[in-house]
């Protein structure tokens, strides 16, 4: 059975730092691209950082550029979301996503609250 489970999540003030964790099972995680995503309360899920398989490429939203940092571990089968200098307009829920061969799955989320 395919399954992501995401961990990490929580409330921190403003300019603190979390480490979203998403542990992979049920597929060949190193052959995966791996995602994260967000939604805040009303409004869309929207992507904030994808890696590649291997690691040798990453994207970022522009919003979390310099602050956060996606990286994986294709021997835990872990992708990592980094989260440095929160702002309260990162309060979201939190999911990460796999693609591999054409099917994708979905985490169950974790929250994420900045605020003073």
């Known amino acids: 059975q395919v399954q992501l489970v995401e961990s990490g999540g929580g409330a921190v003030q403003p300019g603190g730092s979390l480490r979203l964790s998403c542990a992979a099972s049920g597929f060949t995680f190193s052959k995966g691209g791996m995602f994260w995503y967000r939604q805040a309360p009303g409004k869309e899920r929207e992507l904030v950082a994808s890696?590649?398989?291997?690691?040798?490429?990453?994207n970022y939203e522009d919003s979390v550029k310099g602050r956060f940092t996606i990286s994986r571990d294709n021997v835990k089968d872990t992708v990592y979301l980094q989260m440095n200098n929160l702002k309260p307009a990162d309060t979201a829920v939190y999911y990460c996503?796999?693609?591999?061969?054409?099917?994708?799955?979905w985490g169950q989320g974790t929250q994420v609250t900045v605020s003073s």
């Open positions: 890696i590649s398989s291997g690691g040798e490429f990453t």
């Open positions: 996503r796999a693609i591999v061969g054409g099917q994708t799955t």
